[in-house]
Nanobody, 127 residues
Framework: QVQVEESGGGLVQAGGSLRLSCAAS????????MGWFRQAPGKEREFVSA????????YYADSVKGRFTISRDNAKNTVYLQMNNLKPEDTAVYYC????????????????????WGQGTQVTVSS
């Protein structure tokens, strides 16, 4: 059984910062990539960022590039999302996902690129 759990969400003023954490665990789990998605009320779930576990390649949505930074702790199977200069439009439920399959050509931007999902953590940015 593979478990994925996010934490670190909360309320922050526009221009502020927040760091999300996500840990993936399971005795049979092989971590190849982890990523972040978000979903605002009335909108579709969208890709935010992802990281390849072996060499640390990172990917970002244009909307967060330059403001968000994804990083990992290989030993703990934990991924972090440092969010700076937050905007009200960043308000959403943020979901963490993990891929248990080898990455060959996938750019890791689609929900189908991942195998396991967390419950989500709420991020609210006030103006």
């Amino acid at each position: 059984q593979v478990q994925v759990e996010e934490s670190g969400g909360g309320l922050v003023q526009a221009g502020g910062s927040l760091r999300l954490s996500c840990a993936a665990s399971g005795r049979t789990f092989s971590n190849y990539a982890m990523g972040w998605f978000r979903q605002a009320p009335g909108k579709e779930r969208e890709f935010v960022s992802a990281i390849r576990w072996n060499i640390g390649n990172t990917y970002y949505a244009d909307s967060v590039k330059g403001r968000f930074t994804i990083s990992r702790d290989n030993a703990k199977n934990t991924v972090y999302l440092q969010m700076n200069n937050l905007k009200p439009e960043d308000t959403a439920v943020y979901y963490c996902a993990a891929r248990g399959r080898q990455v060959y050509y996938s750019r890791l931007v689609r929900e189908s690129d991942y195998d396991y999902w967390g419950q989500g953590t709420q991020v609210t940015v006030s103006s």
